[in-house]
């Protein structure tokens, strides 16, 4: 399993109807100040925003699935807790043949 969220070769060319794709996306700080400014490492102004989706694992097995996504919700939900709402990541589980369609 790639815990970058970033796909590797092998990840992306391997789909099947019997599995399906865990992604994930992260929550980003941003710097929405339209000067950009930074004063020792802190922003003027900033907010959280959703990355873009990323595959993370490409071949979770149907029957392994809500198990799967389930793991994943609480182990995230532990790290918010531990080190705050920087660490949020939401994840969803979609069929490999709508990833193919998707431009």
Known sequence: MNSS???NESERSVTSSTHLVLRCRRKVLVNT????RCYN???FSVEYQWSAWEVFDSQVPVEKAESTLKFWRELNDYAVLS???GA???WELV???ELETSP
Do not use: H, Q, S, W
Request: charged letters at 30%; a neutral charge; aromatic letters at 6%.
């Open 5 to 7: 969220c970033v796909p």
């Open 33 to 36: 100040d339209p000067l950009k």
């Open 41 to 43: 490492g802190c922003y």
């Open 83 to 85: 080190r705050g709402e």
């Open 88 to 90: 949020r990541i939401e």
């Open 95 to 97: 069929p490999a043949t």
